[in-house]
């Protein structure tokens, strides 16, 4: 993937993602303390806007971040459909609905327009590759997104859920900015027998075995 090669533009076309249910699949930690804590070290991830470098630690003032996905599917994917053969789902991993209740100006990167338009690589969301690359290069396009005036978040193609065919299908969105207002609509844990036949349906059809805990390593 090409690292951005310009300045980002003065402005990009946005949506309003509030109102939009967002499903974020997590494990309670002393820095997420609950559905809705930011992440303020890093960067790790994909469209983590962190400076570059080595990991920071919890930073009070730094930039934040959160992940959310747009079906229970796509979360059950994006936190366990990493590589590896057999997962563990412990007790205190939970399923929680969030709703966004105040403006939040988002850039659709799933859309092909959008990507033209602003000037973004295609496969900014859904590159494997950055598997064994790592995310420098998508780390640096989402710095180069998050200083566009007026953007908050982007929402983009999944990586990890993919159609059979391998087609694109999952949507996540990345919040860069923290809304004014958000809520917990639900949660649940992924054991409970409210969720866990669709956690278990989206573990299966993505070839991966699971084991379930009363705790695990993060607990
Ligand atoms: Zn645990």
Same mark, same amino acid.
């Given at each position: 993937?090409?690292?951005?090669?310009?300045?980002?533009?003065?402005?990009? +076309?946005t949506?309003?993602?509030?109102?939009?249910?967002?499903?974020?699949?997590?494990?309670?930690?002393?820095?997420? &303390?609950?559905?809705?804590?930011?992440?303020?070290?890093?960067? =790790?991830?994909? =469209?983590?806007?962190?400076?570059?470098?080595?990991?920071?630690?919890?930073? +009070?003032?730094?930039?934040?971040?959160?992940?959310?996905?747009?079906?229970? /599917?796509?979360?059950?994917?994006?936190?366990?459909?990493?590589?590896?053969?057999?997962?563990?789902?412990?007790?205190?991993?939970?399923?929680? &609905?969030?709703?966004?209740?105040?403006?939040? +100006?988002?850039?659709? =990167?799933?859309?092909?327009?959008?990507?033209?338009?602003?000037?973004?690589?295609?496969?900014?969301?859904?590159? $494997?590759?950055?598997?064994?690359?790592? @995310? &420098?290069?998508?780390?640096?396009?989402a710095?180069? $997104?998050?200083?566009?005036?007026?953007?908050? %978040?982007?929402?983009?193609?999944?990586?990890?859920?993919? %159609?059979?065919?391998?087609?694109?299908?999952?949507i996540?969105?990345? $919040?860069?900015? /923290?809304?004014?207002?958000?809520?917990?609509?639900?949660?649940?844990? =992924?054991?409970?027998?409210?969720?866990?036949? @669709?956690?278990?349906?989206? $573990?299966?059809?993505?070839?991966?075995?699971?084991?379930?805990?009363?705790?695990?390593g993060r607990?």
């Amino acid at each position: 993937m090409r690292p951005p090669s310009s300045a980002a533009p003065a402005t990009a +076309p946005t949506f309003d993602t509030s109102g939009t249910v967002l499903f974020r699949v997590w494990h309670p930690s002393p820095h997420t &303390a609950t559905s809705r804590t930011m992440r303020r070290y890093g960067p =790790l991830y994909r =469209l983590d806007h962190h400076p570059p470098g080595p990991t920071t630690t919890h930073a +009070p003032d730094g930039p934040t971040v959160w992940y959310g996905s747009a079906s229970l /599917e796509t979360g059950v994917h994006e936190t366990f459909v990493r590589g590896a053969d057999t997962v563990t789902i412990c007790a205190a991993h939970r399923v929680s &609905a969030v709703v966004i209740d105040s403006p939040c +100006p988002t850039v659709p =990167l799933d859309a092909a327009a959008t990507r033209q338009r602003v000037g973004v690589p295609d496969d900014i969301g859904d590159d $494997l590759g950055v598997d064994v690359d790592g @995310y &420098a290069t998508t780390q640096a396009w989402a710095r180069w $997104l998050a200083g566009i005036t007026g953007v908050d %978040a982007a929402r983009y193609w999944s990586a990890r859920h993919r %159609a059979r065919t391998d087609r694109r299908h999952g949507i996540n969105t990345v $919040l860069w900015r /923290e809304p004014g207002e958000w809520r917990e609509v639900a949660r649940h844990r =992924l054991t409970d027998d409210a969720v866990w036949a @669709y956690v278990a349906v989206a $573990l299966d059809r993505a070839g991966v075995a699971w084991e379930r805990m009363p705790r695990c390593g993060r607990c």
